[in-house]
């Protein structure tokens, strides 16, 4: 049996959240890495925002259940209009204490968060943090939050390509605990460290009480060049089983030229194949994402990827080579209002064995068309 709330997790280790409703209603909305601005003592309003996203994806391998494919978790269904990702949020920062909550639906949180019971399937972020230092960018979280893993987001507008990387789905979108983050008074250096439910829980599995760490560390010199180190490491066992996963994201964002950009990303995971084993398996996955800004309105985008799990530790695959796949997309992004983004991309996959089911029988490619609308305020 598995605990049923996040709040439980801080009960088991002795510290208590006191969450009143006058606070959960400030509770929403916090960024990867925000720009951590100090607040006047008195609360500032409550901030309201909205995301809606959505699509309308033509896969050629044309699948029978309308699911595109089973390691993606957004823009996932096949010749039906659908919403990806709808949410709405709120925040709220004092000068010592900031909260911060989104709600959400559409396909996105019904694949992604298949696993989570009932109303927690819609929780896209669900936190408050406590400044512990008057003079120190210095901030203690708990709650639900953003994964720190990976340069791409649920938010499908914040992301280069219209649709995740195969690293980034299937790396946590988001996690749950407690995250204890510092940001330079110059902002050049970022800094979180963090004590986990699990790799993408919000609850913690009652028979492995082991908490899960993690750490991020980002260098940005200058507007140019931002640099990224996180990992990752926890017990994926189930009841007296340890199977100890380690898991590490690197990746670099360069500003090339004015209307250029590049990120260049690594991702490297093991886990132990029994317990108490000394050999781990292992995946790992490269990318390569180019942006560039045609006119103030026009932004094209192309991704290049790779990623192999030979043992199918987080993509299983029943073929003897398991899952190695090729990756490539492009997309063009035109805004036709400030607040109104219209974006198409095509991708194919190209994998070492035949892993694409269809009706004809399985395929070794699969190739698909997407038209995506988010609107947000």
Not at 39 to 52: G, M
Not at 89 to 103: E, P, S
Not at 209 to 224: E, R, T, Y
């Amino acid at each position: 049996m598995v605990q049923p709330t996040i709040t439980n997790f801080f009960l088991s280790y002795g510290l208590r959240l006191n969450l009143m409703p006058s606070v959960l209603a400030l509770i929403l909305g916090l960024n990867f890495f925000p720009k951590v601005v100090i607040a006047d003592s008195i609360p500032s309003p409550i901030v309201v925002s909205a995301y809606f996203d959505l699509y309308y994806a033509y896969d050629f391998n044309q699948p029978g259940n309308h699911i595109r494919l089973p390691f993606a978790y957004s823009y996932n269904r096949h010749n039906e209009p659908n919403l990806n990702l709808g949410s709405m949020k709120g925040a709220c920062q004092a000068k010592r204490i900031r909260a911060n909550l989104a709600l959400m639906a559409g396909s996105y949180s019904m694949d992604n968060l298949a696993a989570e019971p009932g109303l927690l399937k819609h929780i896209l972020e669900a936190n408050i943090g406590l400044k512990l230092s008057k003079s120190k960018n210095l901030w203690l979280d708990a709650g639900v939050f953003p994964s720190h893993i990976g340069f791409e987001s649920a938010i499908s507008k914040d992301c280069w390509n219209v649709t995740r990387s195969m690293m980034a789905d299937n790396t946590p979108y988001y996690e749950s605990g407690l995250k204890l983050s510092y940001i330079s008074k110059n902002e050049k250096w970022q800094m979180a460290f963090l004590l986990l439910n699990g790799w993408q829980r919000m609850r913690i599995i009652k028979q492995s009480l082991i908490p899960s760490a993690g750490h991020q560390l980002v260098f940005k010199p200058n507007d140019k060049v931002l640099l990224n180190s996180s990992s990752y490491f926890g017990n994926q066992g189930y009841d007296s089983a340890i199977l100890m996963r380690y898991y590490h994201n690197l990746y670099a964002q360069f500003q090339l030229l004015n209307r250029l950009g590049l990120t260049l990303g690594f991702d490297l995971g093991a886990q132990q194949k029994f317990t108490g084993s000394k050999t781990y398996s292992v995946w790992y996955s490269p990318a390569a994402l180019l942006r560039f800004q045609l006119t103030s309105r026009l932004f094209a985008s192309a991704r290049g990827e790779f990623f192999s799990d030979a043992a199918g530790v987080v993509i299983f695959s029943s073929t003897p080579s398991g899952f190695q796949t090729w990756s490539y997309s492009v997309n063009l992004d035109y805004f036709l209002t400030k607040n109104l983004l219209w974006r198409m991309e095509g991708r194919g996959f190209t994998a070492k064995d035949a892993i694409f089911h269809t009706d004809q029988g399985p395929k070794s490619q699969n190739w698909m068309l997407l038209s995506s609308l988010a609107w947000s305020f």
